[in-house]
């Protein structure tokens, strides 16, 4: 649910703040940083697809509505997936940069919690998209 999405980026902000400011690697950081970006591009596909499935579910909307809608979705889809890839390829970063467990735990933590958050939005939307097409169909 969207909560979900919220409550696991929150965890990752939480866990930042265990972390001293410069001590985190340069690499790791890096990575860390594009998994966010991920995140935060597919929060604005979900507020895109939100905004084109009130006029779907009002009945307003034209087609032009739910192809957005669809397109949005789809995009979230692809944004978890490069986000999964991510938290691999990370993860790998993490365990050859890390200087010691501390770092290796808080930097895992706010990966892990990053990817959850994108598929909860994942999750989210597709609860969205089925309730429309059953209404549709229905």
Same mark, same amino acid.
């Given at each position: 649910?969207?909560?979900?999405?919220?409550? &696991?980026? @929150?965890?990752?902000?939480?866990?930042?703040?265990?972390?001293?400011?410069?001590?985190?690697?340069? +690499?790791? &950081?890096?990575?860390?940083? @594009? #998994?966010?970006?991920?995140?935060?591009?597919?929060?604005?596909?979900?507020?895109?697809?939100?905004? %084109?499935?009130?006029?779907?579910? !009002?009945?307003?909307? !034209?087609?032009? @509505? /739910?192809?957005?809608?669809?397109?949005?979705?789809?995009? /979230?889809?692809?944004?978890?997936?490069?986000?999964? =890839?991510?938290? !691999?390829?990370?993860?790998?970063?993490?365990?050859? =940069? &890390? +200087?010691?467990?501390?770092? /290796? !735990?808080?930097?895992?933590?706010? %990966?892990?919690?990053? =990817?959850?958050?994108?598929?909860?939005? #994942?999750?989210?939307?597709?609860?969205?998209?089925?309730?429309?097409? =059953?209404?549709?169909?229905?």
């Amino acid at each position: 649910t969207a909560d979900d999405i919220l409550d &696991s980026l @929150e965890e990752a902000c939480f866990f930042a703040t265990l972390a001293p400011a410069d001590s985190i690697s340069p +690499r790791i &950081s890096k990575e860390l940083g @594009e #998994m966010a970006d991920l995140a935060l591009i597919q929060g604005q596909e979900f507020v895109k697809a939100l905004i %084109a499935v009130q006029f779907v579910q !009002r009945g307003t909307g !034209r087609r032009d @509505e /739910m192809q957005q809608f669809l397109e949005a979705v789809d995009r /979230m889809l692809g944004l978890e997936q490069e986000c999964d =890839e991510a938290l !691999r390829n990370t993860e790998k970063t993490i365990l050859e =940069e &890390s +200087r010691d467990f501390r770092e /290796m !735990r808080i930097t895992i933590e706010m %990966a892990r919690s990053i =990817e959850e958050s994108t598929n909860a939005a #994942m999750k989210a939307a597709f609860i969205i998209k089925d309730n429309i097409l =059953e209404g549709i169909q229905g």
